[in-house]
């Protein structure tokens, strides 16, 4: 089964839990959206190339330097990760 059909019957709270507790995304970010996703934050030098771990939900994980610790979070936390370029 294709997963265009899977998702066509889900709802839209379904679609929004699927890899709940399971997958993680990792993801470059800019200093300009963290005040955004993480709003308790310190304000961070703009030349500073950052990393976050966000559940698949979307909910903010990790805000790191290190794009190493985002493995090594999600690891620990047994989600399975994928990037987002």
């Given at each position: 089964?294709?997963?265009?059909?899977?998702?066509?019957?889900?709802?839209?709270?379904?679609?929004?839990?699927?890899?709940?507790?399971?997958?993680?995304?990792?993801?470059?970010?800019?200093?300009?959206?963290?005040?955004?996703?993480?709003?308790?934050?310190?304000?961070?030098?703009?030349?500073?190339?950052?990393?976050?771990?966000?559940?698949?939900?979307?909910?903010?994980?990790?805000?790191?330097?290190?794009?190493?610790?985002?493995?090594?979070?999600?690891?620990e936390d047994e989600l399975k990760?994928?990037?987002?370029?």
């Amino acid at each position: 089964m294709l997963l265009r059909e899977v998702t066509s019957h889900l709802t839209q709270t379904e679609l929004a839990h699927l890899g709940s507790g399971e997958v993680a995304y990792i993801r470059k970010m800019g200093s300009e959206e963290v005040s955004r996703c993480f709003p308790e934050a310190p304000e961070i030098d703009p030349t500073v190339d950052l990393w976050a771990l966000f559940a698949a939900d979307g909910t903010p994980i990790l805000l790191t330097d290190n794009r190493s610790s985002t493995f090594y979070k999600a690891a620990e936390d047994e989600l399975k990760t994928v990037s987002l370029h």
